[in-house]
């Protein structure tokens, strides 16, 4: 049976990949993706397939909130803006009138 590409670049030892990242749970229970490979990792155990599907998903949502968030933020700054300005342009009408 051939080997396909996966395999067969592995099989010098080293991984070869465009990109890679760590998932870890920290000991507080909170997930973490980690893109700095050097770190050295110490672990209890061998992560089970429930532990990888309920990390990534946790990461995943993580980096949605932060988007979420960061939008949210934007439009805060924005509509504050929108509300100094029309202040600065309501307190120069009033200031015309007298």
Request: no cysteine; hydrophobic share 45%.
């Amino acid at each position: 049976m051939p080997l396909d590409t996966t395999e067969a670049e592995n099989i010098g030892g080293a991984l070869k990949a465009r990109t890679a990242f760590v998932i870890v749970q920290h000991e507080n229970g909170e997930w973490e993706a980690i893109s700095d490979l050097s770190k050295a990792l110490t672990v209890e155990h061998p992560a089970s397939v429930l532990e990888m599907k309920f990390g990534a998903s946790e990461v995943v949502s993580d980096i949605e909130a932060s988007k979420l968030a960061a939008i949210t933020a934007h439009q805060l700054m924005a509509m504050t803006a929108q509300m100094q300005q029309a202040a600065q342009n309501q307190s120069l009408a009033h200031s015309l009138k007298l």
